[in-house]
């Protein structure tokens, strides 16, 4: 028996030792090899703007939507979208993108609000750039989680914050950071690949889209827009295209304007008769850099496609006979357009009553940005008159616009101007039961997300802004 | 002269005589229980064929050589006895009636041998011979059909893809639901790397999971442990279940034994779609394009979809006249006529071949046992240029080194490659996807086997235009098949060493050191010329699971009544895992060198690594009381690294007990009644998590320029997590009568499974989409019947039925506070699989049908209304399934086949939307709908009946916007195998060094009925995870023939 004794203790001891006492280890096993547990604003600050870069201008969030529903461009098969249908996936995907893109400028406020040495710069331009895209945000879909979202853990269940208080809290924040930002501070913006860094272009940045913020909320609140349109200084704005709030991709995949990868392998889209028209009607040299010549750029000559056409009407038509976009569009550095300088242009000749003292150097700089030479200019702006009428301003904006889905799609919603054609092969059936021919869609609807997981908040908004449909007028949007 | 002759004859003949000295023997045979004469039995003298019968009075009288030594007396039902001769002229024998061993002795959890009537819970058991028939290469697929509460689900024609087995039901809502594979002790990896994508039907290859390196070949039984109580003492790593396979050793034995198996079967593909052939591709009337002034018809070449024109053996410029013309092949453009080709999809395939042989060498004498096998397998698919081959080699041996300590070893070794298996799904490279849900119907596959031009590039039947002869969107599918192909090699190595020590008689010391590791490299290419950018990928798995085992074990009678039995053990598991991923992007720089440095732009690189381990203490302590009443009980503890520090332990018991009252006395004269048991048991199961979810780590991105990119995880880990809790309840009653002739196996089961760890959707506006958290219920329960009868038996014939039953009821009872509806995944188009509150798991929602109230489907300008927010349409998991084997055996002829049946449970098919909506399959042209429309079958919004026709590319639209109308139920009866084999008798080998000798024949999947499925296969899998119910471009389903040899040396 002691021998048995001896054995099964020493078989405990081995036992317990060996193999089980050891579970100091596991910290170590369950770190992370992967990935780092500690942040980089630099990082963070390149990512949240490719990402944004990326969600707001790729196929599907400006090619089928904006570029569509503003009639730059028309598709070329399973033309749906165009004859506006909002697919469901677009927004169930790119609501969600929107805000986890954002959380990553929210985390570089957080983490510098509890460091020793805040880098106050980086902080503001995070600010910036947050404000720009929950407008685009609003814009789309009208009120949205705002002032609590962006909380994590703390807040799961964000309410919708009306368009109105939304609009009035961007002007303030942009007003605030670029009060607070500061070219002598001693930390520099890394990261940045709108300006590189530099704090005296970001000022100016958030003045101007504090101009388009005011413009695009003065038909609902002339008041409050008037203030703040007089309370921007004239030097704090856009001096010229090299001020110009533009993201440049990079020339090799995965760096390249996802417009350029997109056109690889598909045709989707082609220049729509809407704008070809509109351009030839004014001869417009601007024609040969957003459109390629047809049958497959060996010609001189520039079509347009019918817009809305139905998905079999499309397909019976070769690509070869269409206007493509142009390669100036397409190519791989293509970068993204946040604002330009014309459009600072374009709001001054709008509040000042379309007298004509902003209108060619709009439309002049215009041409620079996409490059037309001095001479081609010099003639256009020759043709255009000198007293515009309203009508003329609207159109050479949205005609300047170009690219710039949301921003066209806006500028139509505000101003009807120019006066779009219905879809030529009807409008979309599902929608058609609640649609005219007439109208145009005024925002997309709601991700099921938030049907599934913030429903309460979702239901007093649509209370407050009306059925979630697309026809459903946003709080700027008067007629 | 003569007398001398004589003489010499005389002499030869007693000389003769002497040589051949015999006695002949006589005797009578009785049975030991009554004394009655038994006729019938066979006498043989042991070692030769001679032998006789006894006669109706139970006499036998049989001449034997003065060499015989031993007589073999044998009869059915009575114990073989063996009567040494010793140079008596009269053996008189009585035998014994042969007291079945009815339940027998099982292997249970940890290598426990235990005798099946002391169990309190189920186990069900299926024998090499039942695997060996159904002739499957993968060990998971022969299970189907076998035991009640399994099911297996497969693509059949899945050249190496996943099979999804799952014992009583869904336990898990995000983890693992596969049970655990234990091979002699060893615990074996089963993961499989299949991408989202892929399971969820949006294109991608089906890569399998690691189950399916077993070697059916090598394993002598299966058993199936089913609930918690069977698979406590696995601790987390069972709670799925525990399949146990014991594989085939080595046995004391004169002299070595060599078997020898081999195997050839033809596979050819079995239900394919119903196409339409009546309508050429295109979307309207022939184009026309003049060439040296004259005028010709075109084809919409670039359409995927087949509106065309009719077939009516027009004369038309088709695509293979266009390459023709413009390499020069012909020198004028020529044309074929526009002409149906029915069955043309199925002469793309071929008929596959798969030669399987094995060899295996085992003895042994009483000290020492060996066996040592190969098997070779080779097979080529039905897809053309299709090839996998495994090589298997196993070794086995023990040695007793003193009479009480005993070594082992198990070693083996598999090398696995498999080439251009198809892809799945809605990919570009899934073939079914571009032979029926998109497509021309006038394909001729004859036509497309010189796939290349001259120059090099592809002959497409997809170009863009008469002048462009790029793909639009479709490859030629035997370009896929032999230029742009997925392949995959995997080595693993696999197996124990261990020790046996017996202390004293009762006590058993034993240690084992387990483990399994392979590396599988998955490589896919695209050349130049395919309608995506050319591209090279490589994708390497490294992963290792290493166990280390301690074990007392103990056995005593307390009394003479009472006897106990128990273990204690410690266990340590790790596990690593590491994945190295590149592939080119922007293209391959030198076109045709499938190298991930030969790309266009930097090649995007993505590298991986993880690591857990759980250590364990458990203990068992049984009772028995006179055999007749057992209780059992297990305690468990894990300690994961997974898990929160400072919250890592878990702790799970179970408590079994049987009651075998057929054993009481005051039953004993109950003859018919051969065995009764009546069992319970409770136990608690835990389920840890992967590592890494309890803190928070950044993800990281490739860098833009130069410039690198991090971000906040989309995900919120959670550092106060707790493991998954299953609790279950099982009773059960086993029956037999009539000494085994009429058996009943009956269970029911209940379990909850709480504490679920779920990745929870979050609003997105919170910043993040998701979140880690412990919450969510779900249960299961349900019923298990086995059954077997053998209606006949006797000498030389007998034919027995197996039956079995089951059904699961599974509920999701509960998500988290504020969650009704946990989504799984999202199909390629339009539906979503989730886990509801208050449904069963994995339900498909989509839109449906609107109705009105008295119940008709409600038409609107001619198409079906659509609810527009999305309804439940069904799940994947069966209501009950079933199966059902016969065998007969006729002295050496074996004859049997299982029936497999499956009823309830919905797919969402992409196969059926797109092949209506793109004009492919048979319904979209039947009865001259193109030229005068159809009508739905509804009413119209204001009440009256329909009456609006539709032309049926419009019924297609309306497949694509009503979920509904794609919607089928996966019942079906599958004749699984069928088998038939001759086993020579053993008297026709006495000169030959042969001991036994097997020829058979089986089919495979030969037959379906009783499905609601038109065009495919309802039993269909990308993959062996949890996102089931969505089909669209999967395999087809495959049939195989297969002949077979076994030699016995």
Redesign the interface.
């Known amino acids: 028996m002691k021998g048995i004794n001896k054995i099964l203790t020493g078989f405990t001891v081995l036992a317990v030792l060996l193999l089980v006492g050891c579970t100091k280890d596991f910290e170590d096993i369950n770190s992370n090899p992967n990935q780092p547990t500690k942040a980089n604003n630099t990082y963070l600050m390149t990512n949240a703007q490719f990402q944004l870069m990326d969600v707001y201008w790729d196929e599907w969030f400006n090619g089928r939507c904006g570029m569509l529903w503003s009639q730059y461009w028309a598709q070329n098969e399973y033309t749906e979208e165009s004859r506006y249908r909002a697919r469901p996936t677009t927004d169930d995907n790119y609501w969600m993108e929107y805000y986890r893109a954002l959380n990553d400028l929210q985390e570089i406020i957080r983490t510098n609000k509890n460091a020793d040495n805040p880098n106050t710069n980086e902080v503001q331009v995070a600010r910036i750039l947050k404000a720009y895209f929950f407008q685009v945000m609003t814009d789309t879909w009208g009120d949205i989680p705002y002032s609590e979202a962006l909380q994590g853990n703390d807040n799961l269940q964000p309410k919708f914050d009306s368009q109105e208080s939304i609009y009035t809290s961007l002007n303030q924040e942009l007003k605030d950071a670029q009060s607070k930002l500061d070219p002598e501070a001693t930390q520099d913006v890394k990261g940045d690949m709108i300006y590189g860094g530099k704090v005296n272009k970001w000022k100016k940045f958030a003045n101007s889209l504090r101009l388009r913020i005011a413009t695009r909320m003065k038909d609902k609140a002339p008041g409050k827009a008037q203030t703040i349109y007089d309370n921007i200084a004239d030097g704090d704005v856009f001096q010229s295209n090299d001020d110009n709030a533009t993201f440049v991709w990079g020339t090799a995949v995965p760096n390249n304007n996802p417009l350029n990868e997109d056109q690889k392998t598909r045709t989707d889209f082609s220049v729509s008769n809407t704008m070809v028209n509109t351009l030839k009607d004014y001869n417009d040299p601007r024609l040969s850099v957003y459109a390629a010549p047809i049958n497959d750029e060996s010609s001189d000559e520039y079509v347009g496609m019918t817009y809305g056409l139905r998905n079999s009407q499309a397909a019976a038509m070769s690509n070869d006979n269409v206007s493509q976009p142009g390669w100036e569009v397409y190519r791989p550095d293509a970068p993204t357009i946040l604002m330009t300088y014309d459009e600072v242009l374009f709001i001054k000749e709008e509040w000042n009553n379309f007298d004509g003292s902003y209108y060619k150097d709009a439309v002049k700089n215009n041409l620079k940005f996409w490059g037309v030479p001095a001479d081609e200019r010099a003639a256009y702006l020759n043709t255009l008159p000198d007293a515009p009428t309203q009508d003329e301003v609207y159109t050479q904006k949205w005609i300047a616009l170009y690219m710039q889905g949301l921003q066209g799609w806006s500028h139509i919603r505000r101003t009807n101007t120019p006066d779009l054609d219905p879809p030529a092969g009807g409008i979309y059936e599902s929608v058609a039961t609640y649609m005219t021919e007439k109208d145009v869609p005024t925002r997309r609807p709601y991700s099921q997300n938030i049907y599934d997981l913030n429903r309460a908040n979702l239901d007093e908004a649509l209370n407050r802004q009306g059925p979630d449909q697309i026809n459903t007028q946003l709080w700027w949007d008067v007629q | 002269m003569r007398k001398f002759t004589i003489l010499l004859a005389l002499l030869a003949f007693l000389g003769v005589q002497a040589v051949q000295a015999q006695q002949t023997i006589t005797g009578t045979v009785t049975s030991a229980e009554d004394g009655s004469p038994v006729p019938g039995v066979q006498v043989v003298v042991k070692g030769t064929t001679q032998g006789t019968t006894t006669d109706l009075d139970g006499n036998y009288e049989i001449t034997v050589e003065d060499e015989a030594e031993t007589l073999v007396f044998k009869f059915v039902g009575m114990v073989t006895k063996e009567v040494p001769i010793a140079n008596k002229t009269v053996i008189n024998v009585t035998m014994e009636p042969e007291v079945k061993d009815i339940e027998g002795v099982v292997v249970t959890a940890l290598g426990v041998s235990r005798e099946k009537k002391s169990l309190g819970y189920a186990v069900q058991e299926v024998s090499s011979e039942d695997i060996e028939k159904t002739n499957q290469t993968n060990v998971i697929n022969s299970l189907s059909g076998k035991a009640a509460g399994v099911n297996v689900s497969t693509s059949t024609g899945s050249f190496g893809g996943s099979s999804r087995i799952l014992l009583r039901g869904v336990h898990s809502i995000d983890g693992n639901n596969n049970p655990l594979f234990v091979v002699d002790g060893v615990p074996m990896n089963n993961q499989n790397f299949n991408s989202y994508t892929t399971e969820r039907g949006a294109g991608g290859v089906d890569w399998g999971n690691a189950a399916l390196d077993i070697n059916p070949s090598d394993i002598k039984t299966v058993s199936v442990l089913k609930g918690p109580s069977a698979t406590a003492l696995y601790g987390s790593r069972g709670a799925n279940g525990v399949i146990m396979i014991e594989t085939k050793r080595g046995e004391e034995q004169e002299g070595i034994g060599v078997t020898w198996s081999s195997n050839v079967t033809f596979s050819e593909v079995g239900k394919l779609p119903e196409y339409q052939n009546k309508y050429g591709g295109g979307?309207?009337p022939f184009g026309t394009v003049t060439v040296d002034g004259e005028e010709y018809r075109t084809a919409y070449y670039a359409?995927d979809q087949s509106w065309g024109p009719r077939f009516e053996g027009q004369e038309v410029v088709q695509w293979n006249n266009v390459y023709d013309w413009e390499q020069g092949i012909t020198e004028n453009l020529q044309t074929r006529p526009w002409e149906a080709n029915e069955g043309n999809i199925r002469n793309f395939f071929e008929t596959g071949l798969s030669l399987k042989n094995n060899i295996a060498f085992s003895g042994g004498d009483e000290n020492h046992t060996f066996r040592l096998s190969y098997t070779n397998t080779n097979r080529t698919g039905v897809f053309p240029n299709s090839g996998l081959q495994k090589n298997n080699i196993s070794f086995n041996g023990s040695s007793n080194l003193t009479d009480d300590f005993e070594v082992h070893a198990n070693i083996n070794y598999l090398n696995y490659h498999n080439k251009a298996r198809p892809a799945t799904g809605y990919s570009d490279y899934s073939h079914m996807q571009k032979f029926t849900q998109w497509g021309q119907r006038q394909f001729d596959f004859g036509l497309m086997k010189n796939y290349l031009n001259p120059d090099g590039t592809q002959r497409t039947w997809n170009r863009k235009?008469f002048?462009d002869p790029a793909p639009k969107y479709a490859d030629n599918p035997y370009f896929i098949q032999h230029e742009a192909y997925p392949e995959q090699w995997r080595e693993r190595v696999y197996g124990k060493i261990g020790f046996n020590y017996s202390?004293?008689d009762k006590?058993k010391?034993t240690g084992n050191v387990k483990k399994d590791f392979y590396t599988d490299t998955r490589e896919n290419r695209i050349p130049e010329g395919s309608?995506?950018?050319s591209e090279f990928e490589r994708d390497i798995y490294e992963v290792t699971e290493d166990n280390?085992e301690?074990q007392?074990r103990y056995n005593t009678d307390l009394s003479e009544q009472i006897s106990m039995n128990g273990l204690v053990?410690?266990?340590?598991y790790d596990y690593s895992y590491k994945n190295n991923y590149a592939a080119t992007?922007?293209g391959l720089s030198v076109p045709g060198l499938f190298a991930t440095d030969n790309a266009?732009?930097?090649p995007?690189t993505s590298?991986?690594?993880r690591?857990?381990?759980i250590?364990?203490?458990y203990g068992r302590l049984g009772f028995s009381y006179k055999s007749l009443v057992f209780l059992d009980m297990t305690l468990r503890n894990d300690?994961s690294?997974?898990l929160p520090?400072g919250n890592?332990s878990y702790m799970y018991p179970s408590v079994t007990g049987s009651f075998v009252f057929s054993d009481l006395d005051a039953l004993q004269d109950y003859e018919w009644l051969s065995f009764a048991k009546i069992r319970g048991s409770w136990a608690q199961v835990g389920n840890d998590t992967d590592?890494?979810q309890?803190?928070?780590?950044?993800?990281?991105?490739?860098?833009?320029?130069g410039?690198?990119?991090?971000?906040?995880?989309?995900t919120?880990n959670n550092p106060e997590l707790k493991p998954e809790t299953t609790e279950s309840i099982e009773g059960g009653l086993n029956l037999v009568f009539f000494n085994d002739r009429l058996g009943f196996d009956f269970t029911y089961y209940t379990e909850s499974s709480y504490d679920q760890i779920l990745t929870l959707?979050?609003?997105?506006?919170?910043?993040?989409?998701s979140?880690i958290v412990n919450a969510g219920e779900i249960e299961n329960s349900g019923i298990e019947i086995m059954m077997n009868v053998t209606p006949i038996e006797s000498n030389d014939f007998s034919w027995d039925i197996n039956v079995n039953w089951s059904q699961n009821d599974n509920q999701v009872v509960e998500l988290a506070e504020?969650?009704?509806?946990y989504?799984l995944a999202?199909g390629p188009f339009n539906v979503t699989v989730s886990a509801a509150e208050g449904e069963p798991y994995g339900v498909i929602s989509g839109s449906g049908y609107q109705y009105d109230d008295n119940g008709n489907k409600i038409v609107a300008?001619g198409m079906y209304a659509g609810t527009d927010a999305p309804i439940n349409l069904g799940t994947y998991l069966p209501d009950w399934t079933g199966g059902l084997t016969n065998s007969f055996n006729y002295k050496g002829l074996d004859f049997s086949f299982t029936i497999d049946v499956r009823s309830g449970g919905s797919l969402f098919s992409t196969t059926k939307m797109w092949g209506t909506y793109s004009g492919m399959l048979e319904e979209t042209a039947e009865n001259n709908i193109r030229e005068y429309g159809m009508v739905l079958e509804g009413v119209k919004p204001d009440g009256s009946p329909n009456d609006v026709a539709i032309h049926p590319?419009i019924k297609g639209l309306n497949h694509y916007?009503l979920d509904e109308m794609n919607i089928i139920e996966t019942d079906y009866f599958k004749l699984r195998s069928v088998n038939l084999s001759y086993t020579l008798p053993a008297n026709m080998f006495n000169s030959v060094p042969i001991q036994g000798l097997t020829v058979g024949i089986t089919g495979r999947n030969l037959f379906m009925w009783g499905t609601d499925s038109k065009h495919f296969d309802p039993e269909h899998t990308t993959t062996s995870g949890n996102i089931q119910g969505i089909e669209g471009g999967g395999v087809p389903p495959t049939r195989a023939y297969g002949f077979k040899l076994d030699v016995k040396l």
């Open positions: 979307n309207g359409m235009s002048t202390i004293t006590l010391f309608v995506n950018i280390y301690l007392l053990g410690a266990n340590r992007q922007g266009k732009s930097t995007t590298d991986a690594m690591e857990k381990r250590n364990s203490l300690w690294s997974a520090e890592n590592p890494y309890t803190s928070l780590t950044y993800a990281t991105y490739d860098s833009f320029d410039s690198p990119r991090i971000s906040i995880p989309n919120l959707p979050v609003t997105a506006s919170s910043g993040y989409s979140k504020g969650i009704t509806n989504q999202s300008g590319q916007f």
